[in-house]
C-alpha cells in the first residue's frame, strides 16, 4: 500500500478549494475542484490542479493540486472536503474504474484489496470472467486472491460452474459489500454441454 502525506486541515482547504460537479465530457480538464481565491497565476473559478502521470502505472494519468508548497491526489482532497473523513493510509478508489472522474459519488474508501477487486478484466483474458482461466488440463481453472492470500477453487469443465463457484467465494468473503461484482450466469456463453443445467 502507498505511503500518503497527510492532507492540510480541513479548514484551510475549505479555505481555499471548492467541489464542482464534473460532467463526463469534462473528466479531461475539470479535477472537480476550484480555487475559491486567487493564487499566483492562478485566478478564484479556476480548475483547481494538473494532470500527472501515476509514477506506479504507466500509461495512468491522476489530477493533483498543490496546497501550501505541497503536491496531493485531488480524489483525497475531494473525499476528505465531502466526508469529513480523513483517508489517512487507506486509498481512495475510483468505483467506475477512470481516475480522471473525481465526482463525490464516484471515491470510495478502501484498501489496497478493494483496488484490486475493481481492476478492469486483464487484456489476455479469454474467458470473461475474472478468476477462470484455461487449465492445460483441458478444464477451467478458478481461483481468487483477496488481502494477497490465494484461494483455488478447482478445476471445472463447465465456465459458467467456474463462474458459480467464484461468485459463492465473493459471497462468503462479503466481497460484494465492498464493491466486487458478482459474475452473471445469465450472460456466459460456454458449450461444454451442461449450460443448460446450471443458469
Known sequence: MTKHKPLPPLERLNELLEIVPIA????????????????????????????R????TPGRFDWRVGVDGRYYYVS????????????GE??????????MNNSVVNLRLGDDSLQG???????????????????????????????RERFYLGLHTCLIEAARVLNNKILELEL????????DLEALNCDCG???LLK
Not at 502521470?53 to 506506479?56: F, H, I, M, Q, R
Not at 460484494?176 to 459474475?183: A, E, M, R, T, Y
Open 24 to 51: 463526463p465530457s469534462q473528466f479531461e480538464i475539470q479535477s472537480g475542484l476550484v480555487w475559491k481565491v486567487s493564487r499566483g497565476s492562478q485566478k478564484a473559478g479556476n480548475v483547481a490542479g494538473t494532470k
Open 53 to 56: 502521470p501515476n509514477s506506479e
Open 76 to 87: 483525497r482532497l475531494i473525499y476528505f472536503m465531502a466526508n469529513g473523513v480523513d483517508p
Open 90 to 99: 487507506l486509498e481512495i478508489d475510483h468505483e467506475d474504474r477512470n481516475p
Open 117 to 147: 477487486h475493481n481492476k478492469k478484466l486483464r487484456s489476455d483474458n479469454t474467458s470473461g470472467v475474472k478468476g477462470a482461466s484455461w487449465h492445460k488440463s483441458g478444464r477451467w481453472q478458478a481461483e481468487l486472491t483477496h488481502k
Open 176 to 183: 460484494d459489500k465492498i464493491g466486487k461484482p458478482l459474475h
Open 194 to 196: 451442461k449450460c443448460f
